[in-house]
């Protein structure tokens, strides 16, 4: 028997009634299956939601095995508040998305902290930003804020993904757009910021996507990531 306390990052059908799950843990992501919880009667099945951090306790076939079979299941955060907003729903999806991509166990921290601070969160865009700025350190492609990337000036108006980072308005693109003061400050501040300084963010201004994807935009040029749950936040954006 084995005692996995993780979070559910992605549940497929699998055989008959089954559901394969991944749960990313502290020590890694482990594979799970989910006995009988297509059927509708699975007393299981309904605490086994993504993005739930759960406590399973699992069984492997052997010792070389790399699926475990789920034997019970304890919830311990449900993050209600998120399922119940669809923005920090899609929010949550996205974080999914990202650590499916990057698989690496220290993500745990960061993706549990991360859920956490959405599910209180009155502006969910500072949240999702800060967890994508996060990920431009760990992958170690964090734009440079000190100044102008490409000469040094300190009177910058915008941000180069081409250049890695802040621009002045003479090293700037024709294609790069002029940026706010407040646009600006935003972007460095999540880049100086960890989740200990999450209150101070939310306290700054209003957040909105942009403020994501212009994180995001480093993250898919130079780590290779890919986001469609932008696609749903970009809808659900739409609406308001
Ligand atoms: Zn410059």
Redesign the pocket.
């Known amino acids: 028997m084995k005692e996995i306390k993780g979070i559910i990052l992605s549940i497929k059908d699998y055989r008959e009634y089954d559901t394969l799950m991944q749960i990313m843990s502290e020590e890694g992501i482990y594979s799970v299956v989910g006995k009988g919880h297509r059927r509708m009667k699975s007393k299981q099945a309904p605490l086994c939601q993504l993005f739930a951090y759960v406590s399973c306790i699992c069984h492997a076939k052997n010792e070389y095995a790399t699926i475990y079979t789920l034997r019970s299941v304890q919830m311990l955060t449900y993050y209600r508040k998120i399922r119940e907003d669809l923005c920090k729903q899609a929010i949550a999806l996205f974080f999914l998305e990202a650590v499916l991509q990057l698989k690496e166990g220290e993500l745990f921290e960061h993706l549990k902290y991360a859920l956490d601070l959405l599910e209180d969160s009155t502006k969910p865009y500072a949240a999702a930003a800060l967890f994508a700025a996060q990920l431009t350190h760990l992958q170690g492609i964090d734009p440079y804020v000190d100044?102008?990337?490409?000469?040094?000036?300190k009177?910058?108006s915008g941000i180069s993904v081409e250049h890695g980072g802040f621009?002045?308005?003479?090293?700037?693109r024709a294609q790069e757009a002029v940026l706010t003061v407040e646009e600006l400050r935003k972007f460095r501040l999540l880049q100086k910021a960890d989740y200990t300084h999450y209150a101070l963010l939310e306290s700054h201004g209003d957040w909105n996507l942009q403020d994501l994807e212009r994180q995001l935009a480093f993250l898919t040029r130079y780590g290779f990531l890919q986001f469609n749950s932008v696609e749903l936040l970009e809808k659900i954006a739409a609406l308001d």
């Open positions: 100044g102008c990337v490409k000469c040094g000036s009177q910058v621009v002045c308005r003479e090293c700037m």
